[in-house]
């Protein structure tokens, strides 16, 4: 049972976290804080029976509640600190994203970190980028980040491809209607690019276990296709296709 409020208690502050800005160095200070408080806490339940006297009600313990409020705030704090520290920092001149929205061309170097998701007329690719230079400079940056590019439709792009792209880097789109934007940013991308030139430079560059993974499940896919006739195949297929769009 405790275990059940402390996990609730460090979702809830990653979900507020998500939804309210604040320092890294000030969820710190919280959680050290309230660490301090359940030390001392602690070291009260312990001594104050030896002594003869009975533990005095501590403001921060709640009858009935199977754990002290000072460590439900301790892991509501640790887990907004968890989300805020792992968020990039945009305007780092070694992200991506400080690149956005430049009025020149870049060349980008990356590997691709996920399948393409191929549509009727385009194919996103997901990639992990590792150099960058503009279009008419003489010498490559390193960089980190991910980053999607919308190239044209047709290609044999394959996980591990290490990839070069020539395009604009953009700020992902948003609307009244909807933020791609913040969707990609829950999947950890913040730059965008809509009109590419890609190139492949290079076969099976990642993780040998996922490309095995993955050449399985396209063979699956294929397998299916060639066995059952749609709308059969395309129903059995659904729920992997949804999942790769969701990633995506």
């Not at 191929?118 to 980028?129: A, E, I």
Request: glycine fraction near 8%.
């Amino acid at each position: 049972m405790p275990l059940l409020w402390l996990s609730l208690a460090f979702l809830a502050g990653i979900l507020l976290a998500a939804s309210f800005s604040m320092p890294t160095w000030a969820w710190a200070l919280l959680c050290g804080l309230f660490l301090i408080l359940g030390i001392i806490r602690s070291l009260l339940s312990r001594f104050y029976p030896q002594v003869g006297r009975p533990v005095p009600q501590l403001p921060f313990s709640l009858p009935g509640l199977p754990v002290s409020l000072v460590w439900i705030f301790l892991a509501f704090f640790l887990g907004g600190f968890r989300y805020q520290s792992v968020q990039p920092d945009l305007g780092d001149p070694g992200f991506i994203a400080s690149y956005n929205d430049q009025e020149v061309e870049q060349v980008i170097v990356g590997t691709l970190v996920r399948p393409p998701d191929k549509r009727d007329t385009y194919t996103n690719l997901r990639m992990s980028v590792e150099k960058i230079k503009p279009i008419d400079g003489l010498q490559f940056a390193p960089i980190s980040g991910l980053l999607l590019a919308r190239v044209p439709a047709g290609g044999e792009w394959r996980y591990g491809d290490g990839v070069r792209l020539e395009g604009w880097l953009e700020t992902p789109p948003e609307d009244e209607e909807f933020s791609y934007r913040e969707y990609l940013a829950q999947r950890g991308i913040h730059s965008y690019m809509s009109r590419v030139k890609a190139e492949l430079l290079l076969r099976d560059q990642g993780n040998p276990l996922l490309s095995a993974i993955y050449a399985f499940k396209a063979r699956a896919l294929h397998t299916v296709y060639r066995i059952y006739p749609d709308p059969e195949a395309s129903l059995l297929t659904d729920v992997t296709q949804l999942h790769h769009c969701r990633q995506v």
